[in-house]
Structures are given as C-alpha cells and as structure tokens.
DNA sequence: CGCAGCCTTGACCATTATCAACGCTGGTGG
DNA sequence: CCACCAGCGTTGATAATGGTCAAGGCTGCG
C-alpha cells in the first residue's frame, strides 16, 4: 500500500528528518526546532508513487502525515462510485487531522511525493507535550474549515462556469503562494479529479475550459498547465468581486 | 446588533457564568472547573432574539461565541443575494473559530436564545495557558472538518432527495444526542433555510418533503416538527447504507 | 378573525448530465 | 527515433433533474 518507506529516526544528528522542507509548517521542522528526538523515532519518511493510496476511507485510522513532496488528492465516495474530492494537498499540508478512529476519506497521489507519517498514539503523546504544535494545528484546522466553507458555497450556489473560474483563481493564489508570478497556472490533476472536485462532470468542464479559452481569459500551455491572460475577468467570473457583501 | 446584554464576570461565586449549561463543551464549564477568573472578566453571557445577527461576514472578527440556548444559522452569501448556509448551531457548539481577521460568515438566530461571548484576544491569551482547552478546541474543529467534508459531498454529488433524506437523518442524531429517541425531529428552521444548506430551493425541498411524506416514511407533525416513520428506508435514501465503501 | 408570510403545487424552462463519437498526447516498445 | 495505442480530453446531440415563475392554501400571530 505505502511504497518505499525510509525510518528517519537517526541518532541525533541535526538533520533527523532532513527531507522533511515544506513550506508551510512542518511537523519536522517544528521537532528539529525543539529537539524532540522521541517522535523522530516514531516518524517515517515515505515515498510514493503516482496513483498511490495513502489512505483508504473506513481503514483504522493509525496514522497522520505530513505531506513534503509531490501533491495528492482527499475524496470521498457514495456506494455506487460517486465521488466528491474534498481537497488537494501540496507539500506542507497535514492529513488525517480531522479523524476519528477510521478515516472519513481516502487519499491518493497524483503524482510522485513525499511524507513524514506518524503513528496517531505517538503524535497525541506529543501533543500533550507541545502546546505550540497544538496551536498551529488549530490554526490550521481554522483555516482548512474556512476553505471547506467557501467551496461548500461553491457546490451548493455558484454555476459551472464560476466553479471553474473559483477554481483556477484558488489554483493561481496557491502558486503565487508556492512563489510563482500567479499567471503560470500547473494543473497537476486530470479534468476528471478537477470535475469531482468541483461537482461536475469532466465534460462540463472541458465546455467551460473551451469558453475561457475562447474568450482569452486562459490559455492552455500543456495539458497539465495554463496562463492567465485576464486575471480580473476571471475573478469576475468566480463570482469573488463582492463575495463578502454580507 | 447584539441584543441583552449581560456581563457575567463577577466578585468569585462558583455561579459565575451559571447561565452557560451547554450539554457538549463549555467554555465556561471549563472555565469554572479551572477557576480561571481571567477570562470570565471578559465574557458577557449574551440572549439573543428570532433574527438577531451575532456576526456579520466581513466584520472585523472580534468575539468567538459559545452557544447556550437556542439555534444559530450560518451562511455565506454571493453578492447577487444567493446564500450557502454552512451550518446550524445548538447550544454547545462554538462560533468563531474558523476565523481570520474577519468574520468569513454571518450567523443569525434562528429563535431566541444565548450565549457565552469572549473578545478573541482573551481568548488567544488563555489559551496560551490552557493547553487543555486548546485539545478539546482542535478536537472540536477536527470534527466540524469532517462534517463539512460529508456536506461537501451531499452537495456535489447528491440528489435533491439524497439531499434531504441525509439533512433528516442527520436531524435525527442530533435530537438523540439531544436527549430524544431520534423518531421525533424538530426542524427548527424554515424550508428556505433548509433549501440554503442543502444547496436546493424551496420548492423543491416541499416536493421531496411531501415525496417522503406520501411514501410514509415521515409524518409532519407541525410545520416545524416531524416524526420519522421508516428509518430504515430514510438511511436507504440518504445513500449512507455502504457510504464508505472506499 | 384577518392578514402576512410561509408552504405547497403546477406548468414550463434552463442548466448540466448523459451518451456517443472522435481527436489528441504522451508513454512505450519495436 | 519513430510509430502505435490506451487513456484522456473535446465536441455534439439529447435527456433529465432541478430551477423559475405563478397561483393558491395554510398557519400562526396579532
């Protein structure tokens, strides 16, 4: 299920965890800080390939990563094969934060990446132990929460096309963020993963892709990226001018 | 914009903030086990009336609310007037948490009712020394997570009728916790609230009700309490038989 | 008892899903 | 290095679910 795996508990050099370098908060890093050799010695570092599950809905949820490499995908599934994808992670994202004693989701790869994966037991004795870890995990609980409610106002009131176009500017934000210019947009996910993530059909999709092209708001470069030609209209068209109105 | 307000920081009875009973986690339960005199200083226990707006999205997010008595309704809106309603609130549950510097949402009451209210930067400042409130904090946003993840795919994936029947069972576990056998539902809310949270409108909320209805499988009391008949056959509509399937 | 607001029902319409066919693309093996 | 091909993506035609518009009924409050 898991490929390569590669224990990084180390007799105590500084570089324990050295693979670990997300960008945002990262469990290693936090540990290198603090110097806690005791949950190194329960952390892997992982390796996976394109495709590979990390997590499966309904298993026993033993574990929690850190995601430090690569991006993957977190969906859920109704019983005839309906699937809504609740989220993409990039490196510096946490999951299985929001679990209790069976996962609620599955996650897969989209791509080749990295972990670190800890055991649960392990990461709630710490927890214990480190109330600042403690803080930015509410921290960013908060603000995976505020993300899920903007996209559950996206599934339940905007259309097709603001869907996509909330996407790609939620896409660009992240790369500006990642330390790109927000115009070079990478797609790492196929039109199929992009659809259930946004409640649609890959068809759909692939329409309204069309339109924006047409119009000259993107233009695509591959097939697993884009630039954005006009950023304004495509904020236009999420729907996200005045979305605070209140 | 707040209704009575009372401030219920006092001299040091055990009553302090006798008024906040709420059934899961209160703040000011913990509060009084801890004897912390800090933050009672700074919380008002607030009542509110039917309408009455606690936050306003894009306000500055000053205060975290916790509910005491009566229901909340959360929602985000588009700036052409449609509405997401991202939750309802019973007393217990948190509001705020999920914030940034301002409010992502409005809340408004759906009755009367009350509740704790604390200035954030209180907040903050006890929560660096109760780490134990932090836990109970993460844990409660853990589970908020994984709610919001199951409505994410009610609403990108489900059926009108999905829609509904999933909204009513989930009615039913609510009012059991509450203390019911989970046959006798209230519905506190109105059809346009329910049709806002389940990405519907109303109108077709009323046709499914009145499907439900028909088959036998719930009987409306009154307007705003109904009685499940078939549970069997509501958790057979909700798609939740095998739902984790993976 | 009356009325305003909420709820229900009906007729029709629009957006998006479905079904189908074709084209592109990138990876693989000859 | 090129050709093949499986899988992904695009486009088109049609269908269906749910939305819109409209009218009437209920209900609960004053």
Known sequence: MIGTTTVCAGAGGAEVCGGCSARRLSVCGVLEQEGLRRLNAAADHIAFRAGEVLVREGDPATHLFNITAGDVRVHKLLSDGRRQIVGFLSPGDFLGLATGDRYAF?????????????????????????????????????????????????????????????????????????????????????????????????????????????????????????????????????????????
């Open 106 to 246: 599955s996650a897969e790869a989209l791509g080749p990446g990295s972990a670190c994966r800890f055991r649960k037991v392990d990461y709630r004795k710490i927890l214990r132990e480190m109330p600042e870890l403690e803080h930015a995990l509410l921290d960013r609980a908060a603000h995976e929460l505020k993300a899920a409610h903007d996209q559950m106002l996206l599934l339940g009131r905007k259309t097709a096309m603001e869907r996509l176009a909330s996407f790609l500017v939620g896409l660009s934000e992240r790369a500006r963020r990642a330390g790109g210019d927000g115009r070079l947009v990478p797609l790492p996910m196929t039109r199929a993963e992009i659809a259930d993530y946004l409640g649609l059909t890959t068809e759909t999709v692939s329409r309204n892709t069309t339109r924006l092209k047409t119009r000259g708001v993107i233009r695509l470069l591959t097939m697993h990226s884009l630039s954005i030609e006009r950023p304004s209209e495509l904020l236009q068209l999420a729907g996200l001018e005045a979305e605070a109105a209140g």
